[in-house]
């Protein structure tokens, strides 16, 4: 399988359709991550339908000061690992080709989804973002596109942009891509030196630890449903070599009902540790937040919820994020 290079969208729009079009977006400096979204658009199109990856480093969502310039930029490997995971074609255009006559004078705006956490701190990403994807989607016309869970947040716009707007296209999110170390995968891993590189091993160990800490509470609370609260409950915790004081479920699932202050709790601390390295962890924000609008929930919150977390090592800035699932049926 030989995979096209495409530079324009009439290019890309000659080509015979048969089937589905699944497109992957990224901005180049492809890796694992990456081929796991192409992979999985190729098994969403099927043997006849067509696979397009896009790489395109869009201008809009860079902000002042930020790494536009120094952004890597690897079109020949890109087109080589698009290629093994079974792309058709690679749609890398010009700025020219996406903003003909200059930056848009109309975009997308984010709304007050967009304002919060990643766009508190990088004021204007987010319409940045939803514009040059909106433009994709028109000039690539896929029945399906896929993004990564690694950007929550992104992929709750696009999805919420696709909704709200009426774009005719299904909106796919595939898992974060790890490391064996547990560190998500990113086209920014590689500005860090090795000595970073250990600092930012954090951010996945605070989500982990979030995470089982939410593990250990909810296995509390289904122990507490399955005990009645008697005399019985102490001798069936005794039996099982637990304290009684150390293990009354009933307490822990009353104090911390659902526990997202103790999973919040439980990943700052690895955070406060690793501010404490040489070099340290700079932290932007740790966040609980409801995926339908990243605002941060409360005690009482039941259903889907996403610990998410950004920080600066060095001059590099990384986010990573895991789902958790709050409210067990009684």
Do not use: W
């Not at 990088?122 to 989607?137: C, E, Q, Y």
């Not at 509390?220 to 039996?239: G, I, K, M, N």
């Amino acid at each position: 399988m030989t995979t096209a290079l495409l530079r324009t969208a009439d290019e890309l729009h000659a080509r015979v359709r048969n089937g589905r079009r699944a497109v992957v977006m990224t901005m180049g400096a492809l890796h694992e991550g990456h081929a796991t979204l192409i992979r999985t658009a190729r098994e969403i199109a099927g043997d006849q339908g067509e696979v397009v990856v896009t790489v395109f480093v869009n201008p809009l969502q860079f902000g002042k000061g930020e790494d536009l310039d120094r952004y890597p930029r690897t079109l020949d490997a890109d087109l080589k690992i698009a290629e093994e995971a079974g792309a058709d074609a690679v749609f890398a255009p010009s700025v020219d080709e996406v903003y003909p006559g200059g930056e848009p004078q109309v975009r997308i705006s984010a709304g007050p989804m967009g304002g919060r956490l990643e766009g508190a701190t990088r004021p204007g990403h987010f319409d940045g973002m939803l514009t040059v994807v909106a433009k994709l989607l028109h000039l690539t016309r896929p029945d399906v596109a896929l993004y990564g869970q690694k950007d929550a947040q992104q992929l709750a716009l696009i999805r919420r942009m696709a909704r709200d707007l009426n774009f005719g296209v299904e909106i796919v999110g595939a898992p974060t891509v790890r490391e064996e170390d547990g560190l998500a995968l990113s086209s920014r891993n590689r500005y860090l030196s090795p000595q970073e590189r250990r600092t930012a091993l954090a951010l996945s160990q605070a989500l982990f630890a979030g995470r089982d800490r939410h593990a250990a509470q909810e296995a509390l609370r289904a122990r507490a449903r399955e005990v009645p609260a008697t005399r019985a409950r102490a001798e069936a915790l005794s039996a099982i070599g637990e304290s009684r004081a150390a293990a009354d479920a009933h307490a822990v699932a009353k104090s911390v009902p659902g526990g997202p202050a103790g999973v919040r709790a439980a990943a700052r601390l690895v955070l406060d540790e690793a501010a404490r390295l040489q070099p340290p962890l700079a932290l932007d924000y740790l966040a609980l937040v409801d995926p339908s609008d990243f605002t941060e929930v409360g005690e009482d919150f039941t259903g889907e919820a996403v610990l998410a977390v950004a920080a600066r090592v060095g001059t590099t800035r990384l986010i990573d994020n895991i789902p958790l699932i709050f409210g067990a049926a009684p």
